[in-house]
């Protein structure tokens, strides 16, 4: 595991070029208390989902890496009620050990395996690879 890297919130600008890259589950208020109020996407403003298919979002990035990182949660065409979403996306453009380390530190040493936390090489499709799952530890 990557020594712990500083995060701080993003700013939507700060997402470009990030995405699907894996999923997780986990209740509404275990995310809030992990990482504090989502961004509400569905108001008007900078966080606005133009398409819809995202109404929630945490979003960070790493401070003082080599290459930028970026880390969000979101609830990907999801049609239940926001706090009732249990299945997240999560995106990424960055190191993903760092990443993995930044869910480890927030959600707990074992949260691969209590939150079911899938992250992939590359953009979810057919032929990603699995570098992250409950069978790996971190």
């Not at 020594?3 to 894996?22: C, M």
């Not at 208390?33 to 008007?44: M, V």
């Not at 990907?76 to 480890?104: C, H, N, Q």
Request: proline share 4%; net charge positive; charged share 30%.
């Amino acid at each position: 595991m990557k020594p712990q890297t500083e995060f701080v919130n993003a700013k939507p600008k700060d997402r470009n070029g990030s995405g699907g890259r894996g999923t997780m589950t986990a209740s509404y208020d275990t995310l809030v208390q992990a990482f504090g109020k989502p961004h509400d996407r569905t108001k008007e403003g900078p966080w606005h989902s133009g398409d819809g298919k995202v109404r929630t979002e945490w979003a960070f990035k790493a401070v003082g890496t080599k290459e930028p990182l970026v880390l969000t949660i979101y609830d990907y065409k999801s049609k239940k009620p926001v706090e009732e979403v249990t299945e997240w996306s999560i995106g990424l453009r960055g190191d993903i050990e760092i990443a993995a380390s930044f869910l480890a530190a927030r959600l707990g040493q074992y949260c691969f395996k209590t939150h079911k936390i899938v992250l992939v090489e590359k953009r979810l499709s057919t032929c990603s690879t699995i570098l992250m799952s409950a069978e790996r530890s971190i």
